[in-house]
């Protein structure tokens, strides 16, 4: 018998596949390299140089690349499979459409809160609620669209406030998905004081998810949310333990807000999520729009004060899982399962192509349409450039619509100047509209954008802590990723992906 | 260790017999095909073996006198008594002096072996691909699945590489489900067939509850197809890998830690991760030093203790993705503990074989232990007997 040697099979030739890379900021010889499908490896920029120049590449160095896609040694040997099924995975959701639809039934609100990114009105104009045609309208675009999967979320201002609109539109959806078979998912996102045993009970009988506002402790809350007799804190933890008993645990979701009055307390923030029973937080900076971009002297921050915060806030976060308590970061978490397995995620904000219009409408209670939640802010600040079209018109109008075109062009991070050829790019999304909203164009300018400087620090962050990051922090955050328990997440040495 | 085969005098055969071997207890409480079943004397007190009993159609007797049923056929002079017994299947030719067993029922892992030809050529291969007809194997082995118990759990299907049978070995796993249908297969093979959209398609509903057993030795071409020796291998695999996680397929990834492979075992890990989560487990292997793996003893063979830290990162990657993880084929006192709930009592028990310093291991009994075949040289400098657990305790 004859055998051939390692050797015989390894061969001299290969050949460049797209290659994105980012040197370490924290060790600034050794690079982060990615394949077009987002898998990823570290090594040394000089490495990388003499495998692409062809300088006496290291036979390691191409195993390395060859394993995550950015290279191919032998076209008989070599097979783009895993490219393209990490490919597929990870652009499915363009072929199902939309499948986040937010119906806006009303603008008002009894809430007074200086973030607010809605324009909303006083409680009692009732002018700003949806008509009954207009529901009905909507509804019936709503199963135009193909995704199998169908999130149906309301709001407003306060949607308890136009509760019958809200009735009207479950009961119409869920009649006519009799004949459609989708699957639905309900969620009204309310501050939940105006709940009672009767719209428990709707939202119990079809399965409707709550989610609300919980900006930390009293102090931060009530400073945040002010209501006329200042208790909003006390009524929303009455609300939610209220829903809860009627719901379930699970069935009540919350979101924080982060002020400047936040930042200097992420702890105590993070506190009241355990204390209320929360396993997740989603820490997001504000968003340049609606009454947050008015008030932004009061409650505003850079980028680099969110940045420290949002350090600071992981590693206490990291601190309270390895004592015992499961409390996950809700944006690390969605980040890090980028970074660590091919998967496609229902969050539009961080999307290439753009989420905008691609992957939620949004059914304004005027009857306008828009491409998110963003969109329609930016109209009640009196700029219309996103409007698809009206719930009068079809949803292929809407496509076709100037908006569109817009967002279609610049939203699409492949062929965008500085995302182009980040490393980032296959876990990062696409936002023309707030480029728009903050540069006033929607191709953005990458130097000078917040979006892109959080994110970078961001991503870097978190590539840092899984190159680098004590044992501890590392196990932290896969049992985030993977979903298990800690104690069944074991260590090993780093870099491997 | 229990042979699969013992010499033995074969008398009036004059084709090759394939029958189940019916004992005391069976006789007792089973009704059967006398006629595919050979009946073993040697258990049978003489007050039972009337000559009615005698006089029934049995393919044949086993037995220490064959004189008492001289003119039919027998199986008597057996080397090794306990080689065969009740329950099993067996097979006895003209002119061959020995019986070989098909089926064990008291074994661990029972397996049909359907082919001697392969489309590998691995490196480290314990049983050496050879290009001959055996096609008159899928008979036998239909015949055999007629005669296996039908309380069995599990089966294995191997060779050789089975898919070379094409649409046969669907015809043989269909016939697995129809008369064995609560018994789990197992098919080995190297998967390359499968990227063949017609023929994987084929798997489809074949079986209620199979799984392909499929190695890969590397997370780039050049290095799985060194292992197998076959350029283009790899390719191939893994397309059948995604063709049979297209249609549903329960798979598991066995890697055999050759030198090679243990280079760069984690990035295999991650691969796996990455790009095969849907796989049902993946299963680390130790070299059985048999076939091939003996003549390249020097480009395989790497000490278990020089590779623990390794296995450890390894085995931590796939399992924190939730994807099952074993190992087989390492004996414990060469792993780290944290390593020990993975380690399972994987080698079959014909082949199997504990060391005199195993005689005082308190962990003997959860011990894979070593391949009967394994010599001085295939066997870690780490091996010591664990004497006290408190030492060892995590």
């Not at chain 1, 200097?264 to 204390?275: G, L, N, Q």
């Not at chain 1, 091919?342 to 828009?370: C, E, F, M, W």
């Not at chain 2, 017609?198 to 890969?216: E, K, R, S």
């Amino acid at each position: 018998m004859k055998f051939k040697s390692s050797k015989d099979y390894q061969g001299d030739e290969y050949r460049l596949l797209p290659i994105r890379f980012r040197r370490l900021p924290w060790e600034r010889d050794r690079v982060f390299a990615s394949s077009l499908s987002g898998q990823w490896t570290f090594l040394t920029h000089d490495e990388l140089r003499r495998c692409i120049q062809r300088d006496r590449p290291p036979q390691q160095s191409l195993d390395d690349l060859e394993s995550v896609g950015c290279l191919e040694r032998s076209p008989e040997q070599h097979t783009f499979a895993p490219l393209l099924s990490q490919l597929r995975t990870r652009m499915a959701r363009l072929t199902a459409g939309p499948a986040l639809h937010l119906f806006v039934v009303s603008l008002r609100c009894d809430h007074s809160c200086g973030y607010c990114q809605v324009s909303r009105q006083s409680p009692d104009a009732s002018r700003f609620d949806m008509s009954e045609e207009t529901a009905q309208l909507a509804v019936e675009r709503l199963f135009a669209w193909p995704s199998p999967t169908l999130t149906i979320e309301f709001q407003g201002g306060e949607p308890l406030l136009s509760f019958a609109r809200v009735q009207q539109i479950v009961k119409s959806i869920v009649k006519r998905n009799g004949m459609e078979g989708r699957e639905l998912r309900f969620v009204i996102a309310s501050t939940l004081h105006h709940l009672d045993d009767e719209r428990l009970e709707f939202c119990r009988k079809h399965h409707i998810q709550l989610s609300t506002s919980l900006d930390g402790p009293a102090e931060l809350h009530n400073l945040n949310r002010p209501l006329p007799s200042r208790d909003s804190y006390e009524r929303t933890i009455r609300a939610i333990q209220y829903a809860r008993s009627a719901l379930g645990h699970d069935a009540v979701s919350a979101l924080t807000t982060l002020t400047r009055a936040t930042l200097s307390k992420p702890e105590a923030v993070i506190d009241e999520y355990v204390r209320q029973g929360f396993s997740s937080i989603f820490l997001r900076p504000l968003s340049p729009y609606g009454f947050a971009r008015r008030t932004q002297t009061r409650s505003a921050y850079t980028i680099a004060e969110f940045n420290e915060f949002y350090k600071r806030a992981l590693k206490y976060l990291v601190q309270l899982n390895t004592v015992g308590t499961y409390i996950e970061e809700t944006y690390a978490t969605l980040i890090l399962r980028m970074l660590l397995m091919p998967q496609s995620h229902g969050y539009v904000d961080l999307r290439s192509p753009t989420g905008a219009g691609l992957g939620t409408i949004v059914y304004n209670y005027d009857g306008k349409v828009y491409p998110s939640d963003e969109a329609r802010m930016l109209a009640a600040m009196g700029d219309d450039t996103f409007c698809m079209g009206t719930v009068f018109q079809s949803v292929e109008d809407w496509y076709s619509s100037p908006a569109m075109r817009v967002l279609l062009s610049n939203g699409v991070s492949e062929s965008t100047p500085g995302c182009t050829d980040c490393a980032y790019l296959p876990y990062c999304g696409s936002d023309p509209i707030d480029s728009y909203a903050r540069s006033g164009e929607p191709a953005g300018h990458r130097p000078s954008s917040a979006f892109c400087r959080r994110h970078m620090s961001l991503f870097d962050l978190l590539v840092e802590l899984l190159d680098r990051g004590d044992s501890d922090t590392q196990r932290v955050l896969e049992s985030w990723v993977f979903r298990q328990p800690l104690h069944e997440i074991l260590p090993h040495a780093v870099g491997a992906n | 260790m229990l042979a699969k085969r013992t010499s033995a005098a074969v008398s009036c055969v004059s084709n090759p017999l394939v029958g189940k071997v019916v004992g005391p207890r069976d006789l007792a409480n089973e009704t059967h095909n006398v006629e595919r079943c050979f009946l073993d004397l040697r258990q049978l007190a003489n007050a039972v073996i009337s000559d009615e009993l005698i006089s029934l159609p049995w393919l044949g007797f086993i037995t220490a006198d064959p004189r008492r049923v001289e003119g039919r056929c027998t199986i008597s002079a057996l080397s090794d008594d306990t080689v065969i017994a009740e329950g099993d299947v067996i097979r006895i030719a003209p002119k061959a002096r020995y019986v070989d067993v098909l089926y064990r029922r008291s074994a661990n892992a029972n397996a049909l072996f359907v082919t001697e030809r392969c489309t590998n050529f691995c490196v480290m291969c314990s049983q050496p691909p050879r290009e001959v007809n055996d096609r008159w194997r899928i008979t036998e082995l239909t015949q055999v699945i007629d005669l296996i118990d039908r309380t069995e759990q599990w089966l294995g299907i191997t060779g050789g590489e089975p898919t070379l049978l094409g649409e046969d070995l669907y015809h043989l796993i269909r016939a697995c489900g129809s008369k064995l249908p609560t018994t789990a297969l197992h098919v080995l093979t190297n998967g390359r067939r499968f990227a063949e959209h017609p023929y994987a398609n084929q798997a489809q509903n074949v079986h209620h509850d199979v799984t392909w057993g499929i190695p890969l030795y590397g997370d780039v071409a050049h290095l799985h197809d060194y292992v197998v020796q076959h350029e283009g291998a790899f390719a191939e695999t893994i397309r059948g890998l995604y063709q049979l996680a297209r249609i549903g397929q329960k798979i598991e990834i066995r890697v055999v830690l050759v030198k090679d492979t243990l280079a760069r075992l984690s990035k295999l890990a991650s691969y796996i991760r990455w790009n095969f989560p849907f796989v049902t487990h993946v299963a680390l292997m130790g070299l059985e030093p048999q076939g091939f793996a003996r003549a390249n003893y020097e480009a395989i063979w790497q000490d278990p203790a020089d590779f623990a830290s390794k296995l450890e990162d390894s085995v931590s990657i796939l399992h924190n993705r939730g994807i099952r993880t074993s190992i087989y084929n390492l004996p414990l006192c060469v792993l780290p503990v944290s390593l020990w709930r993975f380690a399972r009592r994987s080698i079959s028990d014909w082949k199997n074989t504990y060391l005199d310093a195993c005689a005082h291991c308190r962990v003997r009994d959860e011990c894979c232990g070593f391949f009967s075949s394994a010599t001085k040289h295939w066997i870690s400098r780490a091996i010591t007997p664990i004497s006290d657990l408190r030492e060892v305790s995590p």
